[in-house]
């Protein structure tokens, strides 16, 4: 549908998987009618007891329903779950042809299948980008001819020590490190399999831009820093590009970024808005 098509009167069903602080955090903004256009539908859970409690605090409360579902209450679904649930919701949302806007951008990677799916069915995937700075100049980099990228990124250490890689390399952030350290440099395919839960941007940006295969990564782990800093590097042809982001811990969970649910929240209001902004 045309975002002209929703009002307050024939607004967007949306519907949420994953109750986490991001999933949580969107689905009370959503509930609290933020976003006049959008309902919240409905919601799920891994934990169904969890979901059920939380659905009945929200003001108005809200239904929860199986992930098998949750397409038949909503014309947008919204993962906020994990690497490892994305594939399961993703397919169940695409192959009823529905929208899925993504937060676990980072295994679309490993599922790429999951576009041709969305082809067959109708479906659409929205990735829900609000932690990379500049994509929509490297989207207009990579219509202009782009020619490289790299996504410099670090991190605190606390947040990589129990990663496999990290174990597997030797790497011991038991004790944060007096000075920053390097952990891995490799192409964006590599980053989201070695790092599948910390680099969702490397996944976005090598889909935005120059591909996965050509999309370099190199992540550090740095005691001195609050949150998560992205710096992207881009050229081509028509643009030169080099954006810093420094990405504020959330309140509640310092491993996520606080802007990721702002990010779903903007993403959702462009989706009913007369007014759209970037390309």
């Not at 098509?5 to 955090?25: C, E, H, I, Q």
């Not at 779950?81 to 949302?93: G, L, N, P, S």
């Not at 606390?158 to 990290?166: F, R, T």
């Not at 989201?192 to 941007?201: C, D, G, I």
Request: with cysteine; hydrophobic share 45%.
């Amino acid at each position: 549908m045309s975002a002209l098509l929703y009002s307050k009167d024939t607004p967007m069903r949306v519907a949420v998987a994953g109750l986490g602080n991001v999933g949580g955090t969107v689905a009370t903004r959503l509930a609290a009618g933020e976003i006049p256009e959008i309902h919240l539908t409905a919601i799920c859970s891994k934990d169904p007891e969890k979901a059920r409690r939380f659905g009945a605090g929200l003001k108005p409360p809200t239904k929860v329903v199986p992930l098998a579902e949750l397409p038949e209450h909503a014309d947008v679904i919204v993962e906020c779950a994990t690497y490892d649930a994305f594939a399961e919701i993703a397919r169940v949302a695409l192959t009823a042809g529905k929208t899925l806007v993504a937060v676990s951008a980072g295994a679309l990677g490993a599922n790429l299948d999951l576009i041709e799916l969305a082809e067959t069915h109708g479906g659409v995937i929205r990735i829900s980008s609000g932690a990379l700075p500049g994509l929509d100049l490297v989207r207009s980099a990579k219509e202009g001819g782009i020619k490289g990228a790299k996504l410099t990124s670090r991190m605190r250490p606390e947040s990589l020590a129990k990663e496999d890689y990290i174990i597997a390399k030797g790497f011991d952030f038991s004790t944060p490190p007096a000075e920053p350290v390097h952990v891995f440099t490799g192409t964006a395919r590599e980053a989201s399999a070695a790092f599948p839960r910390h680099l969702n941007v490397a996944t976005t940006l090598s889909l935005a831009g120059a591909g996965l295969d050509n999309t370099v990564v190199e992540l550090w782990a740095d005691d001195g820093i609050p949150g998560v800093i992205h710096r992207v590097e881009v050229q081509s042809d028509v643009v030169g590009l080099e954006m810093v982001a420094h990405n504020r811990p959330s309140p509640t969970n310092k491993k996520t970024a606080a802007v990721v649910a702002p990010s779903v929240l903007a993403t959702l209001r462009s989706m009913v808005s007369a007014l759209q902004l970037g390309n």
